[in-house]
């Protein structure tokens, strides 16, 4: 099953840290288990659905979703 590698500096704004790898769908909908700001997983599926197979998401707050789709 594909999934979705996720590192954030979304709680410590001075380091990156490991998140998770929530599982994505066939119609590339992330599972929403982890404890994350919504705006990150729809940042996340938007490049997805653009064809992105990495990247990062960066919220109003200054905080890096740093992501990889890993299929």
Same mark, same amino acid.
């Given at each position: 099953?594909?999934?979705?590698?996720?590192?954030?500096?979304?709680?410590?704004?001075? !380091?990156?840290?490991?998140?998770?790898?929530?599982?994505?769908? !066939?119609?590339?909908? &992330?599972?929403? $288990?982890?404890? &994350?700001?919504?705006?990150?997983?729809?940042?996340?599926?938007?490049? &997805?659905? !653009?064809?992105? &197979?990495?990247?990062?998401?960066?919220?109003?707050? $200054?905080?890096?979703?740093?992501?990889?789709?890993?299929?």
């Amino acid at each position: 099953m594909a999934s979705v590698r996720i590192s954030s500096n979304w709680q410590h704004l001075d !380091k990156m840290e490991w998140v998770g790898a929530p599982t994505i769908d !066939k119609k590339n909908r &992330i599972e929403r $288990g982890l404890k &994350i700001p919504n705006e990150a997983y729809e940042g996340i599926e938007a490049a &997805i659905a !653009k064809g992105h &197979i990495e990247g990062s998401v960066y919220l109003e707050d $200054g905080s890096r979703f740093q992501w990889f789709l890993d299929r």
